[in-house]
């Protein structure tokens, strides 16, 4: 399961117990901040999209919506999103789980500015029914995220 390939990777970095389960479903940014307690905007959604290269990710606030101006011209291409099959395929976790740790090789992790106006944010972890909070550093630590973008609109 895709979960517990998330609490194996923070098992390796001592912080497997901060991983939260839920009896209600956390796929979309609406049902995982009313699982949480939190605003959506708080949420840190995963969306996918196709490079010339792999995968590029963009890790965005729950409220940020991409602007495809902007993602031009940070990428150079068209933002194009990955199909369901394509995202567990290539990104290595299913719609309602995907997050940015430990995924497959191809993908490059970018956070959008969207977060930076947050101490600490929700992402998925793996599954549709899972989150771990973190503050920004550990979001960039743990993803090991190429750097920060600006490519979303609030």
């Known amino acids: 399961m895709s979960i517990e390939k998330v609490r194996a990777f923070f098992k390796k970095h001592g ?21 949480l307690g939190c605003p959506p905007e ?9 490079s010339d290269d792999g995968v590029i990710m963009v890790v965005a606030a729950g409220d940020a919506r991409v602007d495809n101006k902007k993602y031009k011209a940070q990428f150079g291409i068209k933002a194009k999103m990955l199909s ?11 719609v309602g789980g995907v997050c940015p740790f430990d995924v497959n090789d191809g993908v490059n992790v970018y956070l959008d500015q969207s977060l930076k106006r947050f101490e600490t944010v929700y992402p998925a972890c793996g599954s549709s029914n899972s989150a771990i909070e973190l503050n920004l550093t550990e979001l960039e630590f743990y993803s090991n995220a190429k750097g920060w973008v600006d490519v979303c609109k609030l």
């Open 15 to 35: 912080c497997e117990d901060r991983v939260l389960e839920f009896d209600v479903s956390s796929a979309t940014v609406e049902l995982a901040a009313k699982a």
């Open 42 to 50: 708080r949420i840190a959604k995963s969306l996918t999209f196709k």
């Open 84 to 94: 369901a099959e394509e995202v567990e395929q290539l990104v290595g976790y299913p």
